[in-house]
């Protein structure tokens, strides 16, 4: 059987071995430093946010209470080409998970809430979320009460939140390709002659929290990403790299 390949994306991974807080961002030798700083500048430029807090939640600590979980982001970047293709760098043994509420007590939800005891709210070590040996960078953001819920309120804390992983991914960007842990290289391929394919997904894109977002610059990022509201929900192809690159991003 005749095979064409039309693209080629190679995932080179590093293993977080520590977190702590420091006076700047960096990776080195398997511990990421995350610089708190980075808050103030979140709440002076959006006044929407009244406050970020960032917590590191070590392994098998997930005795604690939180609001609701907004998302579990890995943290990756493009190191060469475009979603899809060429060469990504990403991050295992850390996560970031995105929770939030306003000033009102709201939580940040559309059809149901997860906020309660991280240790119950959270499935560990499925598809999407991190195991419960990961660190977890716990992003928590608090925005303005009294306000009508609408798009702007989540935006917001996917906006700081992608900002601070933006400080990460300039870190992981750095490193060496005979540093990865980890090689993987998938293929997007023709086989001609062969049966022809699709798995065809529905995505929510309805509004406020109930909205995907597609092609961002970075992978799972958010600047760049169009809504699929702002689509009219059409109907879009991704070749299996793009969405194995992080192409698609869920924002309920």
Do not use: W
């Not at 070590?58 to 609701?68: A, G, L, S, V």
């Not at 490193?175 to 997904?201: N, Q």
């Amino acid at each position: 059987m005749e095979t064409v390949d039309l693209r080629r994306l190679v995932i080179r991974s590093f293993h977080v071995k520590k977190v702590e807080f420091a006076d700047k961002f960096e990776f080195l030798n398997g511990t990421l430093k995350i610089d708190k700083k980075i808050t103030n500048k979140l709440i002076a430029q959006d006044p929407i946010i009244k406050d970020v807090r960032i917590e590191i939640i070590n392994p098998y600590d997930h005795d604690r209470e939180i609001n609701t979980i907004m998302d579990i982001v890995p943290m990756s970047v493009k190191v060469l080409g475009s979603l899809g293709e060429g060469i990504t760098y990403t991050m295992t043994g850390a996560y970031v998970m995105l929770t939030g509420c306003d000033d009102d007590g709201r939580q940040m939800h559309e059809f149901g809430s997860s906020e309660g005891n991280l240790s119950e709210q959270m499935v560990f070590g499925r598809a999407g979320t991190p195991a419960k040996s990961d660190y977890i960078i716990h992003v928590d953001v608090l925005v303005e009460g009294g306000l009508p819920y609408d798009r702007k309120l989540p935006i917001s804390a996917f906006k700081a939140c992608d900002e601070i992983i933006d400080s990460i991914r300039a870190e992981l960007k750095k490193l060496e390709p005979r540093e990865a842990d980890e090689v993987h290289e998938f293929y997007d391929r023709i086989r001609k002659d062969s049966k022809k394919v699709a798995l065809v997904k529905q995505i929510a894109g309805q509004g406020a929290m109930y909205d995907n977002q597609l092609f961002p610059e970075q992978p799972f990022g958010y600047t760049g990403g169009i809504s699929i509201i702002d689509m009219a929900n059409m109907p879009v192809v991704l070749s299996p790299n793009e969405y194995r690159d992080g192409a698609l991003r869920s924002m309920t």
